[in-house]
T-cell receptor, first 113, second 115 residues
Framework: DADVTQTPRNRITKTGKRIMLECSQT?????MYWYRQDPGLGLRLIYY???????NKGEISDGYSVSRQAQAKFSLSLESAIPNQTALYFC????????????FGPGTRLLVL | KNQVEQSPQSLIILEGKNCTLQ??????????LRWYKQDTGRGPVSLTI?????NTKSNGRYTATLDADTKQSSLHITASQLSDSASYIC??????????????FGAGTRLAVHP
């Protein structure tokens, strides 16, 4: 969805390096999410934020941190990357209403060597 | 434990044929069940949404059904097209417990439509 953009789209890094993935949205949504997708597994929630001052851990937050710089920007950091963090990472947004739809960005493919 | 399982894992069909994808879930109670389509290199896009009280929902050639008694959902694709080649993901939203109810994602079914 062009309304949700992620940078970079692809990244190769080495074990121990710090890396930041960025997400921007023009949908005006308050809620933003970071997921990772691994082959054979469903998407898993890393962190979510319901507004600039509200950050919450998801089911797999260890080894990750986030920053909500503005309503439209939500970044994910890997403080010290490790190979098992190799995955496809998705940012998503939603309005915050009941039965809300989450709108996903195009994803960032990360390879940790 | 809340789980969503999809079958088959992958499927190949010829253009123009119909197919049905399955989703079994253990999430209970639940608020709604969605089917998402994920094209290669893209993020998932919502196709249909059904609340626990709905039995069927259509979106063009896509028809989703829900049987809350057996905890099963299916996605039927009619007259398949090459553009239907994608992964289809079943997603269930739990209900209750207070706070934010995290979505439960299936691993998806990878569909390939061949000419």
């Amino acid at each position: 969805d062009a309304d949700v953009t992620q940078t970079p789209r692809n990244r190769i890094t080495k074990t121990g390096k710090r890396i930041m993935l960025e997400c921007s949205q023009t949908k005006g949504h308050d809620r933003m999410y970071w997921y990772r997708q691994d082959p054979g597994l469903g998407l898993r929630l890393i962190y979510y934020s319901f507004d600039v001052k509200d950050i919450n851990k998801g089911e797999i937050s260890d080894g990750y941190s986030v920053s909500r710089q503005a309503q439209a920007k939500f970044s994910l950091s890997l403080e010290s990357a490790i190979p098992n963090q190799t995955a496809l990472y998705f940012c998503a947004t939603s309005e915050g209403r009941s039965q809300e739809t989450q709108y996903f960005g195009p994803g960032t493919r990360l390879l940790v060597l | 434990k809340n789980q969503v399982e999809q079958s088959p894992q992958s499927l190949i069909i010829l253009e123009g044929k119909n197919c049905t994808l399955q989703c079994n879930y253990t999430v209970s109670p639940f608020s709604n069940l969605r089917w998402y389509k994920q094209d290669t290199g893209r993020g998932p896009v919502s196709l249909t949404i059904m609340t626990f009280s709905e039995n069927t929902k259509s979106n063009g050639r896509y028809t989703a059904t829900l049987d809350a008694d057996t905890k099963q959902s299916s996605l039927h694709i009619t007259a398949s097209q090459l553009s239907d080649s994608a992964s289809y993901i079943c997603v269930v939203t739990p209900l209750g417990g207070g706070g934010y109810n995290k979505l439960i994602f299936g691993a998806g079914t990878r569909l390939a439509v061949h000419p």
